[in-house]
């Protein structure tokens, strides 16, 4: 018999496939700060996404906390991520149940203990449009940035703050923001509003913002085919 934690946990979910893209809204919050300037330079948006352009690739911890109608707390998350460019992306959650999300191409695939899901994002151009405008971050593309999102930056003398509102009205359907926060060079917390009162806010530990992958990796992490395999030893989650 599953645990009431478990059956609560399942029916304050969002559908699977809306899941998936909220998941992968997570990794967009990977924007590496960290080098973006010299130290003692005013940081700014153009600044962070140029930085971000040149990253080789970056891995992560994460811990997400999500907060849905249905439950009275939020359900608590850790694992770790992985994006390789042009648009490469995985993500395995570790605690509490072993997950696993993966972007390659047009392929979408979510796995967990209710099974497998596979999205073509070829078939699905409200997903594919999502997606697109997430990798618009990766890319640090900032014209194709500020023609998708309002985009709001802050700095005040250490930390900043970057608000992201859809300008696309599909997109806007399943995220109402992204809000990014952190102070000088480290990144330090993302937030997703979702439309359907689903909150989930994910901080970062252990970021690297450069990280080049073998090509034994690249296989490991973002198959063509089948499922995704973690790396045998990810970084810890806690401090």
Do not use: C, N
């Amino acid at each position: 018999m599953r645990s009431s934690t478990a059956s609560a946990r399942r029916a304050g979910r969002p559908p699977r496939p809306l899941r998936a893209l909220l998941a992968l809204a997570a990794l967009a919050a990977l924007l590496p700060a960290a080098g973006a300037r010299a130290a003692g330079e005013r940081p700014d948006l153009d600044a962070l996404l140029a930085h971000f352009a040149r990253s080789r690739g970056v891995e992560a911890s994460f811990r997400e906390e999500k907060t849905l109608p249905l439950l009275a707390e939020p359900l608590v998350s850790e694992g770790v991520l992985y994006y390789a460019p042009p648009g490469r992306m995985a993500r395995f959650t570790t605690s509490p149940e072993r997950t696993s999300l993966l972007l390659v191409g047009d392929r979408l695939r979510l796995e967990d203990s209710l099974g497998v899901d596979e999205i073509d994002l070829a078939e699905r151009s409200e997903a594919r449009r999502f997606v697109e405008q997430l990798l618009v971050l990766f890319r640090g593309d900032a014209d194709a940035l500020r023609r998708d999102y309002e985009a709001s930056f802050e700095w005040r003398d250490g930390p900043w703050t970057l608000a992201l509102v859809p300008r696309d009205r599909r997109v806007r359907e399943i995220v109402r923001e992204i809000a990014l926060r952190g102070d000088g060079p480290r990144l330090d917390e993302m937030v997703v509003t979702g439309t359907e009162g689903e909150v989930t806010r994910t901080t970062y530990a252990r970021v690297v913002t450069d990280r080049p992958f073998r090509d034994e990796e690249i296989a490991r992490l973002f198959p063509e085919e089948g499922a995704p395999r973690p790396l045998r030893s990810p970084p810890a989650t806690s401090p």
